[in-house]
T-cell receptor, first 115, second 111 residues
Framework: DAGITQSPRHKVTETGTPVTLRCHQTENHRYMYWYRQDPGHGLRLIHYSYGVKDTDKGEVSDGYSVSRSKTEDFLLTLESATSSQTSVYFC??????????????FGPGTRLTVT | DAKTTQPTSMDCAEGRAANLPCNHSTISGNEYVYWYRQIHSQGPQYIIHGLKNNETNEMASLIITEDRKSSTLILPHATLRDTAVYYCIVRGQTSGSRLTFGEGTQLTVNP
């Protein structure tokens, strides 16, 4: 399995509080992604990074920010958590963003509950 | 990227072949077909991909029709551990970083 860890694995927080989720990889892959998964919506891309300090928005980026100061770490921050952000969050990595062979490797997920 | 259509759910007996269909009638010439699966509560896992030729690896086989408008993922000898949601994704080589997951097919392998 690809070396991807996510922390915390479970978190319960209150509406209005800031929350930071961490994704850590040991594969030295250039690209990193944050997805959320909700019933009826499949996985949706929040933000992604194509290098240190290089990030871009996905399809559901409102209310989220990201940072990548090192190759191995990609942080997802909810500045002021809302109940609609209750979800399972997955981090993924890949060593390329184009071409025929394109695989993303996923972490174990973080279950976030906002009360 | 082209849209895909998959059945919501399928059942398969343990030890038998599981054949999971996917329709992608709007696929264009430079788009690949990818399959991922997600076992309950885990992150998705890459299975296989192809362009127009049939492909096989240690996990599965991918059969793509000649007109490329549909494909079938085959798990030759399904086990209980293959119970998962299977996602068919069509992606172009220049689609950047986007993998668009639909709802997939819930495959249940029964003993």
């Amino acid at each position: 399995d690809a070396g991807i860890t996510q922390s915390p694995r479970h978190k319960v927080t209150e509406t209005g509080t800031p929350v930071t989720l961490r994704c850590h990889q040991t594969e030295n892959h250039r690209y990193m992604y944050w997805y959320r998964q909700d019933p009826g919506h499949g996985l949706r891309l929040i933000h992604y990074s194509y290098g240190v300090k290089d990030t871009d928005k996905g399809e559901v980026s409102d209310g989220y920010s990201v940072s990548r100061s090192k190759t191995e770490d990609f942080l997802l921050t909810l500045e002021s958590a809302t109940s609609s952000q209750t979800s399972v969050y997955f981090c993924a990595i890949s060593d390329r963003a184009s071409g025929a062979t394109y695989e993303q490797y996923f972490g174990p997920g973080t279950r976030l509950t906002v009360t | 990227d082209a849209k895909t259509t998959q059945p919501t759910s399928m059942d398969c007996a343990e030890g038998r072949a599981a054949n999971l269909p996917c329709n992608h009638s709007t696929i264009s010439g430079n788009e690949y077909v990818y399959w991922y699966r997600q076992i309950h509560s885990q992150g998705p896992q890459y299975i296989i991909h192809g362009l127009k030729n049939n492909e096989t690896n240690e996990m599965a086989s991918l059969i793509i029709t000649e007109d490329r408008k549909s494909s079938t993922l085959i798990l030759p000898h399904a086990t209980l551990r293959d119970t998962a949601v299977y996602y068919c994704i069509v992606r172009g080589q220049t689609s950047g970083s986007r993998l668009t997951f639909g709802e997939g097919t819930q495959l249940t392998v029964n003993p």
